[in-house]
């Protein structure tokens, strides 16, 4: 993929991410929105290499600082000590994460347990920032990453049957994977 490819490819994962932390909505007694942020992040390493999965992440992380772009319109330094940092963090590493170990599946089985899988590179440390911050308890744990178990499923499934239509709609259209 060219420079101008990549670059473009990097904005849109940014962009599909930020329209994804648009669409929340809260659960009593969790300390975290739901969003659609997760098919972004997973997104970016379903379709980029490793490199500019990641950055297309950190892009989005550094542009929350300036500009509204977190769930709820937040943004700022401040939400980087907030409940959300913990798996905010864990975006860019989850980006990899999938990039590394989708070897660009089409198989709808494969992708839907990557995404379940990628889910939890972002769900487990989030929880754990959470706890060690005292945003919740160590009781609450379970509870936590219970409640956001459906929206999980959800996602991977909504991911393991748009992801071969895109890709073979990329390759016949002649766009790179």
Known sequence: MNLVKKIIAILFFT????????VSFSIPGIAVPVT??????????LFLAPMPAFLSMLLYL???LFFPVFAGN?????????????????F?????????ISKKSTDAREVFLL????????IIPGNLWSVVFNFSTANQLPINIMWLLPGTV???GVLALMVPFVQKKMASSGLPL
């Open 15 to 22: 962009l599909l991410t930020i329209a994804g932390a648009q």
């Open 92 to 100: 860019p590493i989850a980006a990899i994460f999938t990039s590394l």
């Open 62 to 64: 550094i542009s929350g």
């Open 74 to 90: 937040t943004y700022g330094p401040k939400v980087f000590s907030e409940a959300t940092a913990g798996y905010l963090l864990f």
């Open 115 to 122: 995404g379940v899988m990628a889910h939890f590179v972002i």
């Open 154 to 156: 959800i996602k991977s």
């Open 36 to 45: 659609l942020q997760t098919l972004g992040i997973l997104g970016a390493g």
